[in-house]
């Protein structure tokens, strides 16, 4: 089972507010993705890591922003949340070797009102 | 670029009905293969994986057989329950960068 935490699980906000999604992994993992999983299901990468203080854009343009300080943390901020960022984020990561398999944590179920 | 393509849904089955669901792809390269599963308002599972051609994936009574000669990936299960009614996502890794191109997703709903 991974051992891949998001907090907070639902948030519901308003527009203009500074928002962070948490994402933590005890699995040691290098490499964490974000993605933005829109009403159809489909997933798109916004963000993701290889290693500490490294950071790049996916393929979908987000206004979010990353950091990666610590290995085991890489939370995702929004400086000024709008309702077109509505929707669910899921956080995930995989060790790098293999076949790269990714496993995620539960999502943050995120609504600007 | 790599891609995948999978069946489109939703998918309404009765309980212990037979669900296929079907995913091909393109990639350069000898890609690994994976079926994740969603459950409502949670995140993705890996359901099976398979990693070169002719490997036969298998979970919860869940198959999947990577064919190289027709670039599939199909999905099985000879008996779907209720406790199946989820999104299913086909996936591949190229190995080149880290990366997984994930299909649509199938949204499947099994009625008792």
């Known amino acids: 089972e991974a051992d891949i935490y998001q907090t907070p699980r639902y948030l519901v906000i308003g527009t203009g507010k500074k928002i962070t999604l948490e994402c933590s992994q005890t699995?040691?993992?290098?490499?964490m993705y974000w993605y933005q999983q829109d009403p159809g299901m489909e997933l798109h990468l916004i963000h993701y890591?290889?290693?500490?203080?490294?950071?790049e854009k996916g393929d979908l343009s987000s206004e979010s922003t990353v950091s990666r300080i610590r290995t085991e943390h890489f939370p995702l901020t929004l400086e000024s949340a709008r309702p077109s960022h509505t929707s669910q984020y899921l956080c995930a990561s995989t060790v790098g070797t293999g076949a790269y398999e990714q496993y995620f944590g539960p999502g943050t179920r995120l609504t600007v009102t | 670029g790599d891609s995948v393509t999978q069946m489109e849904g939703p998918v309404t089955l009765s309980e212990e009905a037979f669900l296929t669901i079907n995913c091909t792809y393109t990639a350069t390269g000898y890609p690994s293969l994976f079926w994740y599963v969603q459950y409502p308002g949670e995140g993705l599972q890996l359901l099976l994986k398979a990693t070169k051609a002719d490997d036969k994936g298998s979970n919860k009574g869940f198959e999947a057989t990577y064919r190289k000669e027709t670039t599939s990936f199909h999905l099985e299960k000879g008996s779907v329950q209720v406790s199946d009614s989820a999104v299913y996502f086909c996936?591949?890794?190229?190995?080149?960068?880290?990366?997984?191109?994930f299909g649509a997703g199938t949204t499947v709903t099994v009625r008792a």
């Open positions: 699995m040691g993992h290098d490499k």
């Open positions: 890591s290889y290693g500490v203080n490294s950071t």
């Open positions: 996936a591949l890794s190229g190995g080149n960068d880290y990366k997984l191109s």
